[in-house]
C-alpha cells in the first residue's frame, strides 16, 4: 500500500502528519541499522580479538611452563642437590642442606612464581610432605615415569601459613650422574609448585577488554584460576564435556560466547568467557541515548507540526471545506501571512468574478430575449412563407405574362417584388447600406406603380457610407411604416426622403415623409418603447416594425446606438437612425 | 497573540533545552564511563618484602590485605626466606645493594653489616608525621637500631627483658607419651627427657622420637643449661658483659643435649631446614615423628598447627589428641631466668625510595594506631566485626575463624605492634589454643625461677668497628659441637674462632661503651 498513491485523496494536514510519521519511521530505522551494524562489526571484531587473546594466553601459559620445566630440571641436574638426597653422613648433610637452601632460596628469587620446591629420596614413604597431600604418590608416580622433566598438572596446595590454592606442579626425577652404570639410578625426585598468580595476573591484563572474562578449569571442573560468571546448567554442563574430553570448542549461548582450549601438558582447560552486552554495553548506552534523542525529536517534530497546523494547514483545510460549500462566497482570512494574503487575494477575485457574472448574466439575458424576438420573428416571417420556388415562378410566371401582354409596370413591379422576397430570405444578419438602399429601390419602385404620381422619393446618400456594413431589412420597415401610417393616407404631393452620411464615428440614417404624422403623445409613446427596446417588454400594439428594428440593431450594436422618430401631425415623421459604424465588407 | 508567541517561544525553549540537557548527560555520561588506556593501567606501587617468615607468601593476598593494600595504594611484591641461612642470603644481597624494600627481619647479627655496606636506608630525622611508630623510638629495643645518630629501622615487637621464660615446648602423640611416660609428672630434667625419648624409640622404632619446628626450637630443649645464650649478662669473675655463646653455659646446653643426639632420638635432619626436605611440622602430622619441638605463641599455634592437624586428623580434636610436654630445667634442677633477645625489625633497602618510604610508614603508622590495632586483631569492620556505640567491639568472626579467612592474618600481626597483650588476649578467644595458653601460662607459674641475671640491652646491640662482620653462628656451632666426637675440643675451637673475629675486641668495646 503507497501511500502516496493515495495522497490525492488526503488533505494537507494529513500529507503533513504521515511525513513527520515516516519521517520519524526513517529516523529509528536509521538508528536501529546503524546500531544492528555496529554491533554486528563489534562481535566479529571481539571474535577475532577473542580468538588472539587465546592464542596469547595459551602462548603465556606455555611460557610459564616452559619455565616451570626448565627450573625443575635445573634442580634435578643439580650435583649439591643429588649429594644431598644421597649423603648418608649428618654433618655432612647438613652442609648439603644450607648449599641447597641457599641455592632453593637464591632460585626462588629469580623465579618468583615458584610457590614451593619438594625434594624426595627414593626410600621416602608415599606421604612425607604436608602440603601435597593427599596426591604426593600420584604425583611420584607421574615423576618417575619420565625421564625428562613433566608438567604434572593442576592440583590445590598450601603451605604452612596460607590457605589451599591451586598451583601446577611440575616435577623431574633426580639420578645419580656419578653412576659408573650405563643406565643411570634414579635416587630422588623433584617437584615444584608453581604459583599461579604471576599467570592469573598475565591472564588478567590480557583479558582487560570489558565483558572479557577467562578461566582455567581442571577436567574435573576445578577452578584453577580466574572465574566464570553464574551459568546455566546447560551451559555449565558443555563447558564441563569440553573440558573432560580436553578438546577445543566455542560455545555460544544468545548473550554469552566461550572459546574452549586445552592447556598444554595439563589436563587443564583455558575458558575465555564473553558476554556480549556488557561488550556492546557502551554501543548499547548510545543507541539508548540516541533513541531517547529521536523520541524528543519526534517531540519537537510534533510540536512544530502542531504549529504548522495551526497556521498552514487547518487554515488550508478550512479554505478547502468553505470552498467546497460556498465556492464564491468570501473564505476566512487566517492562518500565517502567506494564506492570509492568498486568501485575502482570493476574496477579491470572487468579488470581481461576482460583479463579472453579474454583468455577463445581464448581457446573456438580453442577447437570449433578442434571439427569442428574432426566432419570433422569423417565426412569423416563415409562418407566412409559402413555399419560395413555388412563389418565384409564379412570379415570373407572372411577369412572363406580363411581358407577353406587353404589361411592363406588371413585369417590373414583379421583378421588383421578387428581388425583395429574395433579399428577405437571403442568409447573414448584416448587409452593406448600399444593398438595402437597392432593396428599398425595389420596394419603392413597387410603391411608385401603386401610387403612382402621389409620391415621390429622393435619396441623398454619403458616397463614403454605402459600404458601411448595417443590420440586414433594417431600412425597409423605416420605408414601409412611412408607406403605411403616412403617406398612405396622403393622396398627393407625398414625398419620402432618405439620407445617409457619416457623422464622427456614428452612421446616420434618416427617413422622412411628409404623410400625416403623428401627435406628439404617440411619438413620445413610441421613442419610449424604442428605448425599452432590449427590456423584457410586453409586445406593443403600435410600432411593431420600428421596435424591432431596434432590437435588431441593439443586438448587433449593442446599446450605443440611437432611433429617434420626430413626428408633427398631419406634417409627416422622420425616423433618424445612428448607428456606430462597423466596417465589414 | 503576544501571549501566545510568548508561549510557544518558551515552549521551544523548554524542549530545547531538555534536548540540550539530556544531550550534556549523555556526554557526561559517556566521558565518566569512558576511561583512557593509560587511566585503567594505573598500578598501585610495588613495595617488596622479605624475611624468613612463612607468612610472606603470595598467596596471601586476601580482603585484609587487600584493604591496606588499596588504602595506601601499594602492592606487596614477597620474597620469602628461610630462617636458617637468612643471615647468608641477606649478607648476599646487601654486598650487592639489593635488599628488598621492606626486610622483616631479626639482624642481631647484620645490622652493622648492612649499615657499612650501604644496603639500609635510614629513617627520616623526623618522625613526627608518625606519631605511632615515633613511639616505638623511645623504647628500649629503639635504641638498637640507633647507629651513626640514625635510625636504621623499626622494632616490631616492645619485649623487655621481663620476658622470663623460653616460649617453647614440645609436643607428642598423647597415646605414644602416655605409653612411654606413665608418670603423671612429665619429665622435668634431661634425663628423664632422655628416658621419655628411649622408650618412645623402643616403642615406636620406625618413628622420630622429637623432631623440630626449626632449629632453634631442638636447641632451646637445653636452653636453660644457657639462658643467655642470646644476650650479654654481667660476668661476677671477669666483671665484664660477656655474651652467652661466649661462655661455657653454651658448650654445656649442647652437652646436655648430646646424648639424645647420639642416641638417635632426635631428629637427624632438623638443622636441614628449607632445604626442600620434609620438615618437623611435616613429619609430625604425617606421623614419621612422634614428639615435636614447638612454639607456645597462640599464633603460630593458631595459624599453622591447627591448619595442619585439621588437614591430616580431621576428625580428631588435637587437644584430646597431643601432650605438651615444657622444658626440662637444668643440670640443677633450676629454672633460671631466660632471656630471648629478640630484634625483629623492619628494615628499609637503600632503594626505596622518598615517597614509598612515606607510604610505607604512613601504613606502619596506621597499623599501630588504634584503628589499625583493631583492625589487626579484629578483621574488617561490618565484615568480621562491629564496634557499638560505647566503642565496645563485637566479634562477627571468631579469631581463630579469621586466620583459617585471612591467610595474611598472622603476617601482618608481624608487623610493628605496640600492644604486648595483643597476643594472649586475640589467641584466647579461640577454645583450642586456650588450651595451649593455659597449658603454658600453668607451667609458667610452677617454675620456679630461682636464678637472676644482670643483662644489658645496650651490650647486646651496641655497634662497634669490632662486630661489624662478626656473626656467633650460634645454630651452625651449636651443631658443630652436637655432632663432634667431643664438644669441649669444638667448643675451644669455636671460640678460638670467635676470637679470630675480634670477639675480645668487641667485648672491650662493648663494656666500654657508654
Known sequence: MNPFRRTAEWNTARQFRTMTMLSLVCLLALVLISSILYINVILNRNRTYVERIMQQCQSNIEQRSHEALQFVQTLAYDSTIAMYLQEEDLVARNEYSRQVSAFLSNMKTVQPQVSDVFLFREDDSPESFLSLLPNQERLLSQTKRSRVPVILGFFPHSTANSVESMVLYVGCGIYDTNSSSVVKPRIGGVIAAISLKYMDSELSKLTQLSGLQYAVFTEAMTPVCGALPALSNSLYQRIASACLLNETKNISHIWQEMSIAPVLGTQGSLIIYTNRIAVLNDMLIVTGYVLLVTVLMYLLLSYVFHLTRQSVSRPIENVTKALEQHPTHDLPVEGNKDIQVLTETLNRLFAKERQLTETLLAANRRLYESQLAQNKLELQFLRSQINPHFIYNTLEVIRSISIVQHNHEIAEMVKSLAAILRYSIKGGEVVSLKDELHIIRSYLSIQNIRFGSRFEYSMNIQPEAENLMIPRMCLQPLVENAFVHGLENKLSDGLLTITAAIEADELVIAVRDNGVGMTAEKTAELNQLIRQAGMDQPPAAHGVGLINVARRIQIDRGNAFGMLIESTLNEGMSVTLRLPIKKEI | ?514
Not at chain 2, 595451649?436 to 643483662?455: A, D, G, L, P
Not at chain 2, 656473626?471 to 669441649?488: A, H
Request: proline share 6%; aromatic share 14%; with cysteine.
Open chain 2, 1 to 514: 497573540m503576544t501571549e501566545a508567541r510568548s508561549r510557544r517561544t518558551l515552549s521551544s525553549a523548554l524542549l530545547f533545552s531538555a534536548i540540550a540537557l539530556l544531550a550534556f548527560f549523555a556526554v557526561s555520561h559517556w566521558t565518566a564511563h569512558w576511561k583512557s588506556p593509560e587511566a585503567g593501567e594505573h598500578q598501585p606501587m610495588i613495595v617488596s618484602i622479605s624475611g624468613p617468615n612463612t607468612a610472606l607468601s603470595s598467596e596471601n593476598m586476601d580482603p585484609m590485605l587487600q584493604y591496606v593494600c588499596d588504602r595506601f595504594d601499594i602492592e606487596f611484591d614477597f620474597l620469602p626466606t628461610g630462617s636458617y641461612n637468612a643471615s647468608e642470603i641477606y649478607r648476599l644481597q646487601a654486598s650487592l645493594n639489593s635488599l628488598p624494600d621492606i626486610l622483616m627481619y631479626d639482624a642481631r647479627w647484620d645490622l652493622n653489616y648492612f649499615i657499612r655496606s650501604g644496603s639500609l636506608r635510614p629513617l627520616p630525622t623526623s618522625m613526627h608525621a608518625y606519631p605511632h611508630l615515633n613511639a616505638f623510638l623511645s623504647w628500649p629495643y629503639g635504641i638498637s637500631v640507633q647507629y651513626d645518630s640514625k635510625l636504621w629501622g623499626i622494632p616490631s615487637r616492645l619485649f623487655d627483658s621481663s620476658e622470663g621464660t623460653v616460649n617453647t615446648c614440645a609436643v607428642f602423640y598423647k597415646e605414644a607419651y602416655d605409653a612411654a611416660w606413665p608418670s603423671d609428672t612429665p619429665p622435668a630434667s634431661m634425663e628423664e627427657w632422655h628416658t621419655l625419648l628411649a622408650n618412645l624409640h623402643e616403642l615406636f622404632p620406625d618413628s622420630i622420637p622429637l623432631t623440630s619446628r626449626d632449629p632453634e626450637s631442638m636447641y632451646d630443649l637445653s636452653y636453660f643449661y644457657c639462658p643467655t645464650l642470646y644476650t650479654w649478662a654481667w660476668d661476677e669473675e671477669k666483671l665484664d658483659y660477656l655474651p652467652g655463646y661466649y661462655t661455657d653455659s653454651f658448650r654445656e646446653s649442647i652437652a646436655a643435649l648430646k646424648p639424645l643426639w647420639d642416641d638417635g632420638l632426635l631428629d637427624p635432619d632438623f638443622m636441614n631446614e628449607g632445604s626442600g626436605r620434609p620438615s618437623g611440622l611435616d613429619k609430625f602430622m604425617l606421623s614419621d615423628a612422634i614428639g615435636m619441638m614447638y612454639s607456645c605463641s597462640p599464633y603460630i599455634w593458631q595459624s599453622e598447627f591447627v591448619p595442619a592437624w585439621l588437614k591430616t586428623h580431621p576428625d580428631t580434636p588435637f587437644e584430646e589428641s597431643i601432650q605438651l610436654v615444657f622444658l626440662p630445667g637444668n643440670a640443677e634442677g633450676d629454672y633460671p631466668e631466660a632471656f630471648r633477645l629478640n630484634m625483629d625489625t623492619v628494615f628499609f633497602g637503600s632503594s626505596v625510595s622518598n615517597e614509598k618510604l612515606t607510604r610505607i610508614l604512613s601504613m606502619l603508622d596506621w597499623l599501630c594506631s588504634d584503628e589499625g590495632r583493631i583492625f589487626r586483631q579484629h578483621g574488617l569492620k561490618g565484615e568480621d566485626y562491629i564496634q557499638t556505640e560505647v566503642g565496645t567491639i563485637e566479634q562477627l568472626t571468631s579469631i581463630s575463624a579469621l586466620y583459617g579467612k585471612y591467610p595474611s592474618y598472622s603476617l601482618l600481626r608481624t608487623l610493628p605492634d605496640q600492644d604486648t597483650n595483643a597476643l594472649s588476649r586475640a589467641g584466647l578467644q579461640d577454645a583450642s589454643i586456650s588450651f595451649v595458653i593455659e597449658q603454658y601460662n600453668k607451667w609458667r607459674e610452677t617454675v620456679n625461677i630461682q636464678t637472676h641475671f644482670n643483662t644489658s640491652i645496650r651490650a647486646n646491640t651496641v655497634s662497634t668497628p669490632a662486630v661489624i662482620n662478626f656473626n656467633p653462628q650460634i645454630l651452625s656451632n651449636s651443631f658443630r659441637m652436637l655432632t663432634s666426637d667431643s664438644i669441649e675440643a669444638e667448643f675451644e675451637a669455636i671460640r678460638r674462632e670467635y676470637q679470630a673475629n675480634g670477639i675480645e675486641l668487641m667485648i672491650i668495646s662493648v663494656n666500654n661503651a657508654p
